[in-house]
């Protein structure tokens, strides 16, 4: 597993490259082995997930009868929509970087989006944590999570477009795939798996 110090490394990458800067190709390894440890990235992101749990279950139980309990299996189902929300964009967008004959960028993208993934989730959970423990600022939270939504497109393009060299179209493309997929898997496969507030 990649320590403190590596995944920073990876991080200022991350962010020189959003700031369109190429030299952050430099910080990050595309080789067979960086793509494999770039998945490393889900265990780094293993506490805030924890925190959006905690948040994801005290919303279930505000919509059940009182004394509804939950246990390990909500959390397994959770888990899998963690797990389908991470995988599934990224072989979207492999199927669609075969289709259109570009698929040595396959593996910059996977690196770049599973460490963009960190810095993500850690905003995401702390949102989300101000919300678990400080419930009267839910309004600004609710603005808060929709500049940060807006934020995650912004900072995705423009790791695109250096990836792709400014291909808008193909830039355009990608970065629907990976995130509008995400968006209704997570609303579907709670609902299927009945992990959903109604």
């Given at each position: 597993m990649p320590g403190f110090r590596e995944v920073q490394y990876y991080l200022a990458g991350i962010w020189l490259l959003i700031r369109m800067d190429p030299r952050g190709f430099r910080f990050l390894d595309m080789s067979e082995r960086g793509v494999n440890r770039s998945f490393w990235a889900i265990f780094w992101c293993l506490p805030p997930?924890?925190?959006?749990?905690?948040?994801?279950?005290?919303?279930?139980?505000?919509?059940?009868?009182?004394?509804?309990?939950?246990?390990?299996?909500?959390?397994?189902?959770?888990?899998?929509?963690?797990?389908?929300?991470?995988?599934?964009?990224?072989?979207?967008?492999?199927?669609?970087?075969?289709?259109?004959?570009?698929?040595?960028?396959?593996?910059?993208?996977?690196?770049?989006?599973?460490?963009?993934?960190?810095?993500?989730?850690?905003?995401?959970?702390?949102?989300?944590?101000l919300v678990f423990f400080l419930p009267q600022l839910v309004g600004f939270v609710s603005l808060l999570l929709l500049a940060f939504m807006l934020a995650q497109v912004f900072a995705v393009a423009r790791i695109l477009r250096m990836i792709f060299y400014g291909q808008g179209l193909m830039v355009g493309a990608m970065t629907l795939v990976l995130l509008v997929p995400s968006l209704m898997l997570s609303e579907y496969l709670q609902r299927f798996l009945g992990i959903y507030p109604v």
């Open positions: 997930m924890g925190i959006s749990w905690l948040w994801w279950r005290q919303a279930f139980l505000q919509t059940m009868p009182p004394h509804t309990n939950v246990g390990t299996l909500f959390y397994f189902r959770l888990g899998l929509v963690e797990a389908a929300n991470w995988f599934v964009p990224l072989v979207f967008a492999g199927l669609l970087l075969l289709a259109f004959k570009k698929g040595e960028r396959f593996a910059p993208v996977i690196v770049s989006v599973n460490w963009l993934g960190v810095p993500l989730s850690y905003i995401n959970g702390l949102l989300l944590a």
